[in-house]
């Protein structure tokens, strides 16, 4: 997008916060997820409900991504914990009692049910690190070349979400058309699990709240992965760009 080879994308708040310390002005237009989904999954008869109750097995995660150099701030897991490139299945986790994966709410453990697993869901963001999730993005300069096109994009964005809160089957059935091994029980259940994370309770779908950003800049730098001042959090969205005006 930076390039100028496409003129949308979707990404995590930290992803457009790290992309833009790195020289891309990229800019968020609407945040499709208000909570992170991101979770950790475990098997439920393994009794853990804190991820400081790792003592051993593996530990299924993306190293590189801003929430597991969170995690492995916060948590100091013992050498019997074995952290281990994710694989991007259920599988691995489904034979091994013991393991923990990284997950998004709305699939992996639903993935893992329908196979019959009983699994646990400890959501990151309730222990302390939540980016916007599935924002829109787009560049500085279609912003300013062509915002006419940017504010259409944003107001379909809006109308797809809440058309999909409302009532997810059409989506569902286009997503199932793509991807035959996704059942319909499972694209339901995903539906829902997404529901609380786009509109939370008392909250505006594709709301923006600048101090959710800089605090998620603090954090970033605070684990490293941005130098102080390499970034102005408040000049990585828009506001007011194909949204309604406030009554």
Do not use: H, M
């Given at each position: 997008m930076a390039a100028g080879r496409v003129d949308f994308g979707v990404a995590d708040a930290s992803e457009i916060l790290l992309a833009r310390a790195q020289g891309a002005p990229v800019v968020a237009l609407v945040p499709g997820l208000q909570k992170s989904p991101r979770c950790m999954m475990v098997h439920e008869a393994s009794?853990?409900?804190?991820?400081?109750?790792?003592?051993?097995?593996?530990?299924?995660?993306?190293?590189?991504?801003?929430?597991?150099?969170?995690?492995?701030?916060?948590?100091?897991?013992?050498?019997?914990?074995?952290?281990?490139?994710?694989?991007?299945?259920?599988?691995?986790?489904?034979?091994?009692?013991?393991?923990?994966?990284?997950?998004?709410?709305?699939?992996?453990?639903?993935?893992?049910?329908?196979?019959?697993?009983?699994?646990?869901?400890?959501?990151?963001?309730?222990?302390?690190?939540?980016?916007?999730?599935?924002?829109?993005?787009?560049?500085?300069?279609?912003?300013?070349?062509?915002?006419?096109?940017?504010?259409?994009?944003?107001?379909?964005?809006?109308?797809?979400?809440?058309?999909?809160?409302?009532?997810?089957?059409?989506?569902?059935?286009?997503?199932?058309?793509?991807?035959?091994e996704l059942s319909p029980e499972i694209l339901a259940k995903g539906a829902t699990a997404l529901k609380p994370l786009a509109a939370p309770e008392g909250g505006t779908i594709g709301a923006i709240d600048p101090a959710r950003w800089k605090t998620l800049a603090d954090q970033l730098v605070d684990l490293g992965l941005l130098k102080p001042g390499a970034v102005d959090p408040a000049a990585a969205y828009n506001l007011e760009i194909g949204r309604k005006p406030a009554k």
């Open positions: 009794g853990i409900t804190d991820l400081k109750d790792l003592q051993a097995g593996s530990v299924q995660l993306s190293v590189r991504e801003p929430f597991a150099s969170f995690l492995r701030a916060e948590y100091r897991w013992p050498e019997a914990v074995q952290v281990v490139p994710y694989s991007g299945s259920v599988a691995p986790f489904l034979l091994d009692p013991k393991a923990v994966q990284q997950a998004y709410v709305f699939s992996e453990p639903i993935i893992a049910e329908s196979q019959g697993a009983k699994v646990r869901c400890i959501l990151v963001a309730d222990l302390g690190f939540n980016p916007y999730a599935s924002v829109l993005v787009t560049s500085e300069s279609l912003l300013a070349s062509r915002p006419e096109l940017v504010a259409r994009v944003v107001a379909a964005t809006l109308r797809g979400w809440e058309q999909y809160l409302r009532d997810p089957s059409a989506a569902n059935a286009e997503i199932r058309a793509r991807n035959t």
